[in-house]
């Protein structure tokens, strides 16, 4: 099999960096390996694999020979480097919202929808983080029935905003233990000691655009119908690293939890840990630095006919980021779609 020459771009940040380690953890086999992020961190070095690499500013021709590029460095950045890659025949694998819902770019959580990589025309999107953990959960409830409601409240942690919002976090509980005026930045509210029920600008049907990103495209990736109705409030917690999620399902004929529960246990990439009398269920905490995506606490939906509810946490910079984005690579180099 030929090896692809890959570029991080973004990698300074805190997506592209676990992207970098997770490369080495899967190993990706590649022939050539290129670090990229703006002006702002051009220069510094890059250890990986054993060998020290100076990240390069990105740049139109930074491309050039270029197989596979893993790009977490914004929309803006994807959006003006999309087609100097494409053109110079890279497959571009993007973390940004910037191209999900387009409809000649597939929208991928490895392992869930695969065969959608075949419809690429040089872009793969990779979906939002609090999509991602819940794709690999629903996936194999789907062969059991048919979703009918789907209700998501997410309680996402502050890395999910990128290395400034891990530092206004930090820079903000210390202010308010030490009694300080403190000017938050990142998010409109404070966010120590606080949750706020806001991710990203308001649409105008009242939700967030983090919100509808759930709806929209869990609707893309498990190919759902406008017959399943989805709904998500989306909550910012004081937390660095791991996204939650309450999740209430209904289905078109009865499932019960112990089915649920056994379906899970068996699905790639998910982990049940489900004895409340013993006090066992996933926390925030269990998810942080893992793979895989946890679920507890799966019991029948007393408000559906044929509900199930259940608790999910996961990584968000893994499988909601860097871990899907490099599995992704993964199968456009087995199934030679590069
Ligand atoms: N954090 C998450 O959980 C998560 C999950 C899913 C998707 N994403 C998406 O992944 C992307 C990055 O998120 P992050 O949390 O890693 O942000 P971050 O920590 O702020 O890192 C941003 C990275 O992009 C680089 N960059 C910025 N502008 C650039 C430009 N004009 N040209 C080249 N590189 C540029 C930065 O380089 P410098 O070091 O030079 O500034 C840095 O390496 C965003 O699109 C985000 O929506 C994040």
Known sequence: MRKP???????????GREITRVVDELKIDFNEIKFLSSAKSAGTEIEFQGKRYIVEEAKPESFDGVNIVLASAGASTSKKFAPEIVKRGGVLIDNSSAFRMENDVPLVIAYVNDEDLKKH?????????STSQLMLVLKPLLDKAKITRLIVSTYQSVSGAGLAAINELTENTRAALANEEFENKCFK?????????????FCENGYT???????????????????????????????YRGHSEAVD????????????????????????IDNPENYEYPTTCDA?????????????????DNGVSLWCV??????????????????VIEMNLY
């Open 209 to 239: 655009k983090e919100e509808m990103k759930v709806v929209n495209e869990t609707r893309k990736i498990l190919h759902l119908g406008e017959d399943t109705r989805i709904s998500c409030t989306a909550v910012r917690v004081p937390v």
């Open 5 to 15: 020459n890959i570029a991080i771009l973004g990698a300074t940040g805190v997506v």
């Open 314 to 331: 996961a990584d968000n910079l893994l499988i909601g980021a860097a871990l899907n984005t490099v599995r992704i690579c993964q199968k």
């Open 189 to 201: 509210k404070p966010i120590a000691f606080n949750v706020i029920p806001q991710i990203d600008v």
């Open 249 to 272: 399902i209904e289905f078109d004929k009865e499932v019960t939890p112990e089915e649920v529960r056994e379906l899970l246990e068996n699905s790639f990439g998910v982990e049940v």
């Open 121 to 129: 025309r040089g872009i793969i999107a990779n979906p939002n983080c």
């Open 288 to 304: 942080a630095g893992v793979n895989p995506v946890f679920v507890g606490r799966i019991r029948k939906n007393l408000a559906f």
